[in-house]
């Protein structure tokens, strides 16, 4: 027997009332705007209510389904994002019972950072439980034998490994390639995608542009450009390339961010290798980071992963809110793991996909920085290409320029740092505390090319205070 209408008590969001049904009609974003004129008394909309990014985008008040272009077309999976743990391999053993420590705590993937090639890589492995774990390598050296042995175990242990080899990133950094017995670093790096099967090779750092006090824009497009040098001189590509990104306090742009960057990989890789993936490996910026009222840095990286987890994050390693002139250490470490298993496991940030989409104002943002960024990235292109401008401190001149208009909004105090340019606490000391020398580092040495350098916000104003400390 057919059940009668009233007895049915589904619904779907077709079958709701429309606004006519209430009586009452849309209202455009034309009679919005008349309204907020109204309201204003006189004022000038765009002098009051509409702001200028430093991307020169216009933010405006509200955003309508008038203006909707439609959803981009990026598929990003907050429920599948990774809580990544940092560990710089010293000394062997203590490595391997950090990790173990840290699994066992709540992360989901590792990255070691390596500086020694002699480093028993096999040891540092073995007693890991690869099979449920994600492993990333920073390696500060290319070697065709070690990658080769992390390959091995890859294969072995049917496990994710990415090594992270992102050359022209260790010269925008440091000034000089890696010094291999090939010819060149291009070369070594042919021969790794030759001979290796089952590890994902390719990297590039984008994190360095962020730091060094780049736009969005720039911090997009210069990602690409070096991704598309790779493209051109490396002839196999088997597994997905990884972005290393830092993200700032921006929440929404920072959202917006990361979506135009995979939006416009798939563009460019389409013509290369059809099928090629992005990773996101994401991680807060240092910039805006400070030494006095720290714990106000434990605020700046919880809104940062957000913004990591709702931009499409593939994982995330959190930065300690004592990064900066501490040692690692346990606490540091279990407060920065603790932030991310809040929002994972309490907040529900990993319970639903695509959460950007249809958000009209973060997908106006998402298509003004891709369009702008694809602008850049073409300019770069039609003028010799991204190691060119690297070459010639182009590069780094336009990074400088963004980084000094930042920088002066910070010390004019319209940039605002809670607890060093605003609401300083006075009482506050710092001296007897350092473990880490917290700027920049000058070393002189003979270099290809003048290295792009990270540089805080509050590096100045902090070393001031410091000399005034009694």
């Known amino acids: 027997m057919k059940p009668e209408k009233s007895q049915d008590t589904t619904q779907n969001h077709n079958s709701l009332p429309s606004g006519k049904d209430w009586g009452w009609a849309p209202i455009s974003s034309k009679q919005w705007?008349?309204?907020?004129?109204?309201?204003?008394?006189?004022?000038?909309?765009?002098?009051?209510?509409v702001w200028n990014s430093p991307e020169d985008i216009q933010v405006k008040p509200f955003y309508h389904k008038d203006e909707f272009k439609g959803v981009a077309q990026i598929n990003t999976k907050a429920s599948e994002f990774r809580i990544c743990q940092n560990i710089f391999v010293h000394d062997l053993e203590k490595s391997i019972l950090r990790a173990t420590d840290s699994i066992n705590r709540g992360a989901e993937s590792i990255r070691f950072t390596i500086e020694d090639e002699n480093t028993d890589i096999t040891k540092l492995l073995q007693s890991l439980p690869l099979e449920k774990l994600e492993i990333y390598f920073k390696l500060t050296f290319i070697s065709i034998d070690f990658v080769k042995k992390i390959d091995a175990i890859a294969k072995e242990?049917?496990?994710?490994?990415?090594?992270?080899?992102?050359?022209?990133?260790?010269?925008?950094?440091?000034?000089?390639?890696f010094t291999t017995q090939e010819k060149n670093n291009f070369e070594t790096l042919n021969l790794l995608s030759k001979e290796t099967s089952h590890v994902s090779l390719f990297s590039i750092d984008g994190s360095i542009y962020q730091n060094a006090g780049a736009n969005m824009v720039q911090q997009i497009a210069y990602s690409l450009a070096q991704a598309n040098e790779y493209f051109n001189k490396i002839t196999t590509f088997g597994k997905p390339v990884v972005f290393e990104m830092a993200v700032g306090t921006n929440y929404f742009f920072e959202i917006a961010k990361l979506r135009a960057l995979r939006l416009l990989f798939?563009?460019?890789?389409?013509?290369y290798h059809?099928?090629?993936?992005?990773?996101?490996?994401?991680?807060p910026t240092k910039r805006n980071k400070t030494l006095y009222d720290y714990n106000v840095n434990m605020l700046r990286t919880t809104t940062e992963c957000m913004s990591a987890i709702l931009g499409g994050a593939d994982a995330i390693a959190n930065l300690p809110y004592d990064a900066l002139y501490h040692k690692d250490n346990e606490f540091g470490d279990r407060i920065a793991r603790n932030q991310l298993l809040i929002l994972k496991k309490e907040s529900y940030f990993d319970k639903v996909n695509n959460p950007a989409d249809g958000s009209y104002y973060i997908e106006n943002l998402t298509n003004q920085l891709a369009e702008k960024a694809l602008t850049l990235?073409?300019?770069?292109?039609a003028n010799g290409g991204f190691l060119k401008q690297l070459n010639e401190g182009i590069i780094k001149r336009k990074?400088?320029?963004?980084?000094?208009?930042?920088q002066e909004l910070f010390d004019a105090g319209k940039e605002i740092l809670l607890g060093t340019n605003k609401y300083p606490n006075k009482n506050d000391r710092m001296k007897d505390d350092l473990e880490l020398f917290p700027f920049v580092k000058i070393k002189p040495r003979k270099?290809?090319?003048?290295?792009?350098?990270?540089?805080?916000?509050?590096e100045k104003l902090e070393q001031e205070r410091l000399k005034a400390e009694k």
Do not use: M
């Open 33 to 49: 705007k008349q309204q907020i004129q109204f309201e204003l008394k006189g004022a000038d909309y765009n002098e009051t209510l």
């Open 157 to 177: 242990k049917n496990t994710k490994i990415y090594c992270n080899l992102d050359p022209i990133g260790q010269l925008a950094k440091d000034g000089n390639w």
């Open 266 to 271: 798939h563009l460019i890789a389409k013509e």
């Open 274 to 283: 059809p099928d090629l993936e992005c990773h996101l490996l994401v991680t």
């Open 377 to 381: 990235f073409k300019d770069i292109e």
């Open 399 to 406: 990074i400088q320029e963004s980084a000094d208009k930042e």
């Open 447 to 458: 270099t290809l090319i003048t290295p792009i350098i990270e540089k805080r916000l509050a």
